[in-house]
């Protein structure tokens, strides 16, 4: 019996929820490979199905369609880089701490090899399938002007911050911390140099947003 018992493979011995939960993972990092390699247009279903190992039922029962598949890899893939943004310490830390901080967990989610892979992938795509880029952007980027954004509300209830509008602000700090050093490192330009001066660079994008928000301008 325990013979028979051990032969059996792995498998055999999962309830139903964690075998469930097993084909999905298998789905999920196929799929990414496959998107990441190919691009969305590209990317053929039979392929993920060879490179995952289940059955194109399976896929289609935890997916409806490709575009439902690449859709929860973004999501996963931003849930996955947007936590330490939202697990920044942001109570004890001066305004210009705090940005630098915030804008430090932004750039490695931009510049990190995921991060890039799928930002090239959306583009490229978001043309033909407007829907891919509506998901990307509303489950990376949107979420991190959400938490800066309610930080500058708080600040402006206690007079420390000018009464601006929090969300565009928000949006207006990312923009100088993305600069051009996203572009160049879609571009494969001048990466290492960038990460090189990230200090220096984030010092000054938080120096030049407290200028403009700040009901008092000081030095730290």
């Not at 028979?4 to 469930?20: G, V």
């Not at 039979?46 to 997916?63: C, P, Q």
């Not at 000018?162 to 160049?184: C, I, K, Q």
Request: glycine share 8%; proline share 4%.
């Amino acid at each position: 019996m325990s013979n028979a018992m051990s032969n059996r493979p792995a498998s055999a011995n999962m309830r139903p929820s964690q075998l469930r939960a097993d084909k999905r993972r298998a789905i999920l990092d196929a799929a990414a490979r496959t998107f990441l390699r190919d691009g969305f247009g590209l990317a053929g279903i039979d392929r993920i199905v060879e490179d995952s190992g289940v059955s194109k039922r399976t896929l289609y029962a935890h997916f409806p369609s490709k575009e439902a598949l690449f859709g929860a890899i973004i999501r996963e893939h931003c849930e996955v880089i947007l936590t330490p943004l939202r697990e920044v310490n942001i109570g004890d830390r001066s305004p210009r701490e705090t940005l630098i901080a915030l804008g430090r967990m932004f750039w490695e989610v931009l510049l990190s090899p995921e991060g890039l892979g799928l930002y090239r992938v959306v583009i490229a795509e978001a043309g033909r399938f407007p829907e891919l880029g509506r998901v990307f952007y509303e489950s990376g980027h949107a979420p991190a002007a959400r938490r800066l954004a309610a930080y500058i509300r708080e600040k402006a209830e206690e007079g420390v911050f000018r009464d601006v509008d929090s969300h565009m602000a928000a949006e207006g700090f990312f923009g100088l911390v993305r600069g051009y050093v996203h572009e160049r490192a879609l571009l494969d330009i001048d990466a290492e140099a960038d990460r090189r001066n990230l200090e220096i660079f984030l010092a000054f994008a938080a120096d030049v947003f407290l200028r403009g928000v700040q009901q008092t301008p000081t030095e730290d």
